[in-house]
């Protein structure tokens, strides 16, 4: 055994869980060409996945980099690299011998993500993917949710704390749903028809399930929406200017293709008492529930102040559709809608929105 493998106190602390489930069957192990600290493209020393039979049959990958494989660099003693590794489970089919490619492109992609904007994925997030996890495939899921793996406890190593959090291939709907509610409420009300929430490129949406639906509507109701902040293409604010005849109105600008979503974000955020901030590159409003209309203005930041009745009218009447829309209870405030523009990795126009 070389000093290396002596000295690999994380990566043992992995495989370690990894055998508690799968015994001692040896995984189809996938290790990076050259190192990322070479000047490789693959921040991920290594992936391993394992073939699992129940509840049916699947691949149950495990990443091995986010956190520290070797001997401790970081100054955090509590976590281990960034504190978690992923998983992530997909469907196999009958005599599928070797997980799909993409699968293993798909994790290296979320690390590249992590190490080049610092940015660290927990339970309850969620990434739009803007087309379908896997690329050219004809799949509904095009997008991702992280949640705690269901068979796999945080563990404590020499190097600090692992969480293991799975990926989960989720629809545009369904994603529209977490963001309303909460990730994992949703995932939890979804177990019994996607146990283990093993993803399969071939399946509807879960919304079209009269008891899924049905749990949504409760849990918004009851609960609101976790999400407080919300990211948007494009977000613009413009303050009212006085002119000779009157005052003309505040516009905020947003992007056709969010209108939706902040609809629904009205009443699960304003209407339970919570802000909803809007953020872009260029700019950051906070929309919340207020006694009068009113607006806060500082350098990079912009708060406004909306009643119970502009709430509930600017609900109902933001669509995904270009235009202008004036409030009868916000007289001083207007609203654009813009068209979105989707763009592939080329920045070639795919789809407009509005």
Known sequence: MSEQEVEAIGWDAIEEQMTGLYGQQEPKHYAAMLPYSLGGNDPLNGISAYAAEQPYPHWHFVTFGFSELFE?????????????ELTFRLARSAG??????????????????????????????????????????????????FTDDPELPA???????????????????ELEAMMSWNTNAFLEASQEVLPLY???????????????????????????????????????????????????????????????????LLRGRL???????????????????????GTVIN???????LTEAAVLELEEKLQPKEG????????????????T???DQEGNVVETIG
């Open 299 to 305: 350098e990079d930041f912009v708060r406004i102040g």
């Open 96 to 145: 599928e011998e070797e997980p799909p490619a993409w699968a293993i492109n798909l994790l290296q992609n979320m690390a590249r993500y992590v190490f080049s904007s610092g940015n660290i994925f927990a339970s309850g997030h969620h990434l739009d993917a803007n087309g379908p996890i896997c690329l050219g495939a004809d799949t509904r899921l095009t997008a991702l949710a």
């Open 324 to 339: 202008e829309l004036r409030l009868s209870a916000a007289k001083e405030l207007k609203v654009q809608i813009r068209k």
């Open 155 to 173: 563990v404590d190593t020499p190097n600090g704390r692992v969480e293991f959090l799975q990926m989960v291939g989720i629809t545009a709907d």
């Open 271 to 293: 209407l339970k008492g919570k802000p909803l901030t809007l953020n872009s590159k260029q700019r950051q409003v906070m929309l919340e529930l207020k006694p009068v209309n």
């Open 198 to 264: 093993i993803t399969d490129l071939a399946r509807d949406s879960l919304l079209r399930l009269p008891v899924i639906q049905e749990a949504v509507r409760q849990g918004i109701e009851r609960d609101g929406s976790q999400t407080g902040i919300l990211y948007v293409d494009e977000l613009d604010y413009e303050p009212g200017k006085s002119r000779l005849l009157g005052t003309a109105p505040a516009v905020l600008t947003i992007g056709a293709r969010q209108a939706p979503t902040i609809a629904k």
């Open 341 to 343: 523009y989707i763009k």
């Open 72 to 84: 401790k660099e970081s100054e955090d003693l509590e976590y281990s690299g960034y504190g978690f």
